[in-house]
């Protein structure tokens, strides 16, 4: 039986960890949150984990995402995605845990033109990016055995995100602008929590820093154009650039990743971005 430590236990990757891990009978997962366990208190943090000798594997899922809000909540932000790191980093080396952490394509600033591979410099243009940027250092200077899975653009039938607000949004509108310019991938939560337990289960142990999508490429507009075209949503789309849909923070405008090393270390074949749309749309609607 292999135990398992999940923060940020009602987040919607959490949620989809708890889906998948139902499967197999050989994984004992504890879910935590905030009123569990508060990530920022390194004291509360060690308390747990000698508490609970049993752990191998911490998932962090647990982060502030967001984006805007986090350019007026500064010290918050850092508190939970750098610092609470740091203190999972820190448990998980007194007490021989390894350690999956969740970060994110905002720790690169979007100017490049082709796929970012994991050297690739970051260089973060948000207070969210810095902080999980941050994040990663900390745990790289503290920790050997980790792996940083940086992925982009999530969605699932759970919590708040891109696929959720367009089905909503199209039960009240008859037309829509979505961005056009920025390029990314979708990421199916469920897809990454499978990614995850494959870790664990097969036990890998090239830790490092990976990169996880979906296959393929696409804009928000294409996003949301299939999200309503598979299910023949009757809603016009309009394509506009980001200039004219101003944020508080800033977003890369192209974040595609190369994930030839995550495809071969962990021996993946990763699906394509429409086809997990399809499922994730099945699961909501089911």
Partial sequence: MTTILVTGGNGQ????????EKQYDDLDVIYT??????????????????????IEYCINCAAYTAVDKAETEVEKVFD????GAKNLALACNEY???????????VFDGEKREPYIETDVA????VYGASKLQGEVEI????????????????SEYGNNFMKTMLRLAETRDEISVVCDQIGTPTYARDLAEVILKIILKRNSFYGVYHYSNDGVASWYDFAKEIFDSQSIPIKIIPIKTEFYPTPA??????????????????????????????????YCS
């Fill in 13 to 20: 990757l959490a949620r989809c960890i708890k889906d998948v």
């Fill in 96 to 106: 021989g845990v390894i350690l999956i952490h969740i970060s994110t394509d905002f």
């Fill in 33 to 54: 949150d905030y009123i569990e366990l508060d990530i920022c208190d390194l004291n509360q943090v060690q308390a747990f984990f000698k508490t609970n000798k049993k």
């Fill in 250 to 283: 800033k977003r890369p405008m192209y974040s595609v990743f190369e994930k030839t090393k995550i495809k071969t270390k962990i021996e993946l074949e990763i699906p394509y971005w429409k086809d997990s749309l399809m499922v994730a749309k099945y699961n």
């Fill in 80 to 83: 939970i995605n750098a610092k």
């Fill in 140 to 155: 790289q200077k503290i920790l050997d055995e980790h792996f940083i899975i940086r992925t982009s653009w999530l969605y």
């Fill in 123 to 126: 260089k973060p243009i948000s």
